[in-house]
């Protein structure tokens, strides 16, 4: 696995860093960023097409609008990997 560092939330404090990784050989972005509470997990599964809640292996992460550029940047390099 090829995990290429992306961004870190610019407004980050080191402590509590949403980050995003982007693994082109996988094809996959990774993300980092903050547990929701228990309310808005509630929320989010009452209203996901999915079948149940969150599984144990998946996760449901908050990620600050500001790092939208760095999302993107992850996912074109992702793309472009899959363009090769």
């Given at each position: 696995?090829a ?26 972005v ?10 808005t ?10 079948n149940g ?6 996760a ?25």
């Amino acid at each position: 696995m090829a995990v290429e560092f992306v961004g870190i939330d610019p407004d980050t404090d080191r402590d509590h860093c949403p980050t995003v990784w982007a693994d082109a050989e996988a094809q996959e972005v990774l993300l980092q960023g903050w547990k929701p509470t228990p309310e808005t997990q509630a929320e989010c599964e009452a209203t996901s097409p999915a079948n149940g809640s969150v599984p144990e292996t998946e996760a449901i992460v908050r990620i600050p609008a500001r790092m939208i550029p760095v999302i993107r940047e992850a996912c074109d390099a992702v793309e472009r990997a899959r363009l090769r």
